[in-house]
Antibody, heavy 122, light 110 residues
């Protein structure tokens, strides 16, 4: 059973970088099936898929068009975790951020972290 | 991509069946059998209930079932129980590595 544990600050200033980490237990970030995602939820935008990373003999990354210029999702194999960085945040980026695992299929979000409310405010 | 359309709320009495619809377009729901459904309690993370239109993950009650016709997917909950009261979201793959979610439906068990 995969378990995901998120960590990171709940308050970020405008124009700065939002950084969150998702620790994985019960599986490996380097598995050759599935994918590791970030999804956010806000009253104004609802649920929104942000991006993913996955390993198929090498690492791949896919990002939503809405955040593509500002987002980076990276795996850390030494810590069995993956991270989210979102640059140049504005108050519109205020949301609950979730990490989510897709496995075995990459087309659904099978396991979720507990969520982190990130508020963008000075 | 625009969000998938779900009714804002549905309700039913214990023991009854309810259906939640999820309407998309020929670019998402209509093109792929890759609709999933999530249950979310207040303050909690979503939980996968149905994947690929009608597949139930291990541990999900067989009272939950999914289907699709054209551009509309549906989630049916039979034998409604008090514990089913939650928000439900649909999600569809929309091609080009994008996913679109519905706006959510609040289920009230009367």
């Amino acid at each position: 059973q995969v378990q995901l544990q998120q960590s990171g600050p709940g308050l970020v200033k405008p124009s700065q970088t939002l950084s969150l980490t998702c620790d994985i237990s019960g599986d490996s970030v380097s598995r050759n099936t599935g994918a590791w995602n970030w999804v956010r939820q806000s009253p104004s935008r609802g649920l929104e898929w942000l991006g993913r990373t996955y390993y198929r003999s090498k690492w791949y990354h896919d990002y939503a068009v809405s955040v593509k210029s500002r987002i980076t999702i990276n795996p850390d194999t030494s810590k069995n975790q993956f991270s989210l960085q979102l640059n140049s945040v504005t108050p519109e980026d205020t949301a609950v951020y979730y990490c989510a695992a897709s496995m075995p299929s990459v087309y659904s979000f099978d396991y979720w972290g507990q969520g982190t409310l990130v508020t963008v405010s000075s | 991509q625009s969000a998938l359309t779900q009714p804002a709320s549905v309700s039913g009495s214990p023991g009854q069946s309810i259906t939640i619809s999820c309407t998309g377009t020929s670019s998402d729901v209509g093109s792929y059998d890759l609709v999933s459904w999530y249950q979310q309690y207040p303050g909690k993370a979503p939980k996968l209930m149905i994947s690929e239109v009608s597949k139930r993950p291990s541990g999900v009650s067989n009272r939950f079932s999914g289907s699709k016709s054209g551009n509309t997917a549906s989630l049916t909950i039979s034998g409604l129980q008090a514990e089913d009261e939650a928000d439900y979201y649909c999600c569809s793959y929309a091609g080009s590595t994008t996913w679109v979610f519905g706006g959510g439906t609040k289920l009230t068990v009367l």
